[in-house]
């Protein structure tokens, strides 16, 4: 079993960065090669895809609408994902849940079906 806690969440303005971090711990990296993603859930609207991140790091995938706005990483010798966040808008303003999947690897991204392990979500919400 793995168990994810993100954290960083907070109340900023628009056009200000912001950092997630999201530990993995339990059976983790010592035992498990997992990709990682970050989704998002306004409120009153359906969870969505926001990234992911191959276990190597060298395939990331972005939801159109963040592109070129967040990055995400990993290090896993920490066991940790991060989600930067620059430019922040008010449309960005959500619960973000960290996840991870040890099945499936490498495909169907978006699909949350597709993952194994989820957090409890941090809160961001960025004021106009």
């Known amino acids: 079993q793995v168990q994810l806690v993100e954290s960083g969440g907070d109340l900023v303005q628009a056009g200000v960065s912001l950092r997630l971090s999201c530990v993995a711990s339990?059976?983790?990296?010592?035992?498990?090669?997992?990709?990682m993603g970050w989704f998002r859930q306004a409120a009153g609207k359906e969870r969505e895809f926001v990234t992911g991140?191959?276990?190597?790091?060298?395939?990331?995938v972005y939801e159109d609408s963040v592109k070129g706005r967040f990055t995400i990483s990993r290090d896993n010798a920490k066991n940790t994902v991060y989600l930067q966040m620059n430019s922040l808008k008010p449309e960005d303003t959500a619960v973000y849940y960290c996840?991870?999947?040890?099945?499936?690897?490498?495909?169907?991204?978006?699909?949350?079906?597709?993952?194994?392990?989820w957090g409890q979500g941090t809160q961001v919400t960025v004021s106009s």
């Open positions: 996840a991870a999947r040890v099945r499936n690897l490498g495909t169907g991204w978006r699909s949350q079906a597709n993952y194994d392990y």
């Open positions: 991140i191959s276990w190597s790091g060298r395939t990331t």
């Open positions: 339990g059976r983790t990296s010592s035992n498990y090669v997992m990709d």
